[in-house]
């Protein structure tokens, strides 16, 4: 239940007419279709449309204007719920619901406050969302941002529609990159002690090197240069391995994430975890040996081809840890598996779920959320950057820059799958244009609205206070309607694991109350702020010209009640995507 009052009204008055038709006889409908309600196309068309006269269509082998006009007949207390219901060739209902009923939606907001578009969906099902999991080889880079925010989002709405959420960090610490990054540190290390000696051609080549060899040279003094090469660069990898690992975790909390569990990829070599899933599988007839090399059967799971889990020299694959790491998801009892990955890991996803489908689940147990490329703009212009060079723009810059929200709100504008442009200076701009600025001023200046009321002594009434009854204008109404839609697209979001619907909705809910709040005055004319102040939000600046209307106490009672609702609601989608409502701005 999506907790939109006016919806599952609307939905159950429409499913209690098939019901009532099916009784009389004047419908078959097998099965009660599940009920999805939208908004017409043109508002005089009505508040809601619903188009199950003509999914019925086929099957009752009638025509769907006919279906829709028996549905019509059916609905009991019609004229209680609906001002009008119309049929739209070629089978459209679309309906005007009572004013009373939309006001429904105010009060239900004040008596959920923080609750409301929360929801038991879930029922508790456990979910382990698995994001970031960045070699601790270097700094996070732009693109684990965006993958944080992208995790913390999905993991935040899962939890809002009443799941149970883990969120992990896989710790990819054993292998050839944490070799490299020994060698390449001992390298540097020796370079600062004056040694001669010829770089890794594949080490770490960042500035952060450097530093992690001055912090080596801290801490050991000359003492690794009696120890042999291969003890040197051990002592070099143990130590910048525990230095950049906190980097990341000091990033991510400054990024406002707190992961609840780290696996060590390392361990599971440790405790002869791969040995064991490499055994079992073998044990089951899904690893054979060819050509030196051990061989995951994933092709009899619906993977392209088998895998390689072991190869000639003997060392495992990434595909082999990642076997144990999943069986060891499975065992602890999940029951959904989230792995957020970049886009360039989609040839991995078949050879995953084929993992899956090997321990006896279904390959829906495993969901992949795939977060692509992002490219940093500067005024409009791409800056520039290279990874094999070790110059790359990190995290920790972004965000130094433009600030942890801006950040946040710009890696989630858009699907995840999609490349994204972040510019830096438009992220940092007080303006309209700049789409999270837009929606947090939305609800400071709600909370402006209220500290003028205060100091001229008027009062903020809650819905339950103010007579609602004075809303008439079809402004108020929008952004009634908007707000009603608030639980549906949080359970959208949460169900397909796209944040960006979130933030389209908070723009246009910030749109709205823009729109309205130069449209329309909420308080007698020496309350409200400089209309000057309008044309950085309002386009149309003839618009202004209706900041004269007259409003009566109760009618300004009535607009800071529909205010109080509006800010209650973008502070909980706000925080939903771990971003702060400030009062002030």
């Given at each position: ?5 006016v ?9 209690d007419a098939?019901?009532e038709?099916k ?6 409908v ?21 188009t ?7 099957s009752?082998?009638r ?8 549905i019509l007949d059916?609905?009991?207390r019609?004229e209680?719920l ?7 060739r070629p089978?459209?209902?679309n309906?005007?619901v009572k004013?009373?009923l939309?006001?429904?939606v105010?009060a239900?907001i004040e008596?959920r406050g ?6 038991a969906?879930?029922?508790?099902r456990r979910v382990l969302?698995?994001y970031?999991?960045a070699?601790p080889t270097?700094p996070?880079?732009?693109g ?8 913390q989002?999905?993991?935040k709405?899962?939890?809002a529609?009443g ?15 944490m070799?490299?990054?020994?060698a ?7 370079e600062l002690l ?7 051609a594949?080490?770490?080549r960042?500035?952060?090197?450097e ?6 040279r801290e801490?050991?003094g ?6 042999s090469a ?13 230095e950049?690992?906190e980097n ?5 909390r ?6 609840d569990?780290w696996?060590?990829?390392?361990s ?20 054979f040996?060819?050509d ?13 081809k088998d895998?390689?889990v072991?190869?000639q ?6 595909l082999?840890?990642?076997i144990?790491?999943?069986?060891d998801k ?5 029951d959904l ?8 890991h989609h040839?991995?996803i ?5 993992v ?13 959320v795939?977060v692509?490329m992002v490219?940093l703009l500067r005024g409009?212009?791409?800056v ?7 110059e790359?723009?990190t995290?920790r810059?972004?965000m130094d820059?433009v ?5 946040k709100f710009?890696?989630l504008?858009?699907r ?12 940092k701009?007080?303006?309209a244009?700049?789409?999270v600025y837009y929606v947090?001023y939305a ?10 009321a205060e100091e ?8 339950s206070?103010?007579d609602l009854s004075?809303?008439?204008?079809p402004?108020?109404?929008g952004l ?7 639980p549906s ?7 397909a694991?796209e944040?960006h ?9 910030a749109g ?5 709040y130069f449209?329309?005055?909420?308080m ?5 702020q400089?209309v ?6 309002v386009k ?5 010209g209706k ?5 009566s106490?109760d009618l300004?009672?009535?607009?800071l009640?529909?205010m109080y609702a509006v800010?209650?609601v973008l502070?909980?989608g706000?925080?939903l ?6 009062e002030?701005?």
């Amino acid at each position: 239940m999506s907790h939109d009052i006016v919806q599952e009204k609307v939905i159950d008055a429409l499913q209690d007419a098939l019901q009532e038709a099916k009784r009389k006889g004047q419908l078959k409908v097998e099965s009660i279709p599940t009920l999805t309600l939208d908004l017409p196309k043109r508002p005089e068309w009505g508040d809601l449309a619903s188009t199950v006269a003509m999914s019925l269509a086929p099957s009752e082998r009638r025509a769907p204007y006919d279906v829709a006009q028996i549905i019509l007949d059916n609905i009991v207390r019609r004229e209680a719920l609906f001002d009008r219901v119309e049929i739209a060739r070629p089978g459209f209902l679309n309906m005007t619901v009572k004013r009373d009923l939309w006001l429904q939606v105010l009060a239900e907001i004040e008596s959920r406050g923080q609750a409301y578009g929360r929801m038991a969906l879930g029922q508790g099902r456990r979910v382990l969302v698995e994001y970031v999991s960045a070699n601790p080889t270097g700094p996070l880079h732009v693109g684990h941002g965006r993958g944080a925010a992208v995790g913390q989002a999905i993991a935040k709405l899962l939890q809002a529609t009443g799941y149970e959420v883990v969120q992990e960090y896989y710790i990819n610490d054993a292998g050839r990159q944490m070799k490299l990054l020994g060698a390449s540190v001992y390298a540097k290390y020796q370079e600062l002690l004056g040694r001669p000696v010829s770089f890794p051609a594949e080490g770490y080549r960042g500035a952060y090197i450097e530093t992690v060899a001055a912090h080596v040279r801290e801490q050991a003094g000359e003492s690794v240069l009696n120890l042999s090469a291969e003890q040197a660069e051990q002592r070099c990898r143990e130590l910048a391995y525990r230095e950049l690992l906190e980097n990341i975790r000091q990033d991510l909390r400054a990024f406002g994430i707190e992961f609840d569990a780290w696996f060590s990829e390392a361990s599971l070599l440790a405790s002869g975890g791969v040995e064991q899933v490499l055994s079992d599988l073998r044990a089951r007839d899904l690893l054979f040996d060819q050509d030196g090399a051990w061989w995951f059967r994933s092709s009899s799971f619906g993977d392209e081809k088998d895998r390689v889990v072991r190869k000639q020299e003997g060392d495992y694959t990434y595909l082999a840890s990642d076997i144990a790491y999943h069986r060891d998801k499975l065992q602890r009892g999940y029951d959904l598996l989230i792995d957020v990955w970049g886009a360039d890991h989609h040839g991995y996803i078949p050879r995953m779920e084929a993992v899956v489908q090997a321990y006896g689940y279904p390959k829906e147990r495993l969901r992949v959320v795939l977060v692509q490329m992002v490219n940093l703009l500067r005024g409009g212009r791409k800056v520039e950057m290279s990874k094999r060079a070790g110059e790359f723009i990190t995290m920790r810059e972004v965000m130094d820059e433009v600030g942890a929200d801006a950040a946040k709100f710009f890696f989630l504008m858009r699907r995840s799958d999609t490349h994204l442009d972040f510019d830096l200076e438009l992220a940092k701009q007080q303006s309209a244009e700049n789409p999270v600025y837009y929606v947090q001023y939305a609800h400071a200046r709600i909370a402006s609205l209220f500290r003028v009321a205060e100091e001229r002594g008027l009062p903020v009434p809650k819905p339950s206070a103010a007579d609602l009854s004075l809303l008439r204008d079809p402004d108020e109404f929008g952004l009634i309607r908007k707000l009603s839609a608030y639980p549906s697209v949080v359970q959208g979001s949460a169900a397909a694991l796209e944040p960006h619907r979130l933030t389209f909705y908070l723009q246009e809910l910030a749109g709205l109350l823009h729109t309205f709040y130069f449209k329309h005055r909420i308080m007698p004319v020496a309350a409200d702020q400089d209309v000057a102040e309008a044309a950085a939000f309002v386009k149309d600046a003839s618009e202004m010209g209706k900041q004269r209307e007259q409003v009566s106490p109760d009618l300004t009672g009535a607009r800071l009640a529909l205010m109080y609702a509006v800010q209650q609601v973008l502070r909980n989608g706000l925080g939903l995507l771990g971003i702060s409502a400030p009062e002030r701005m």
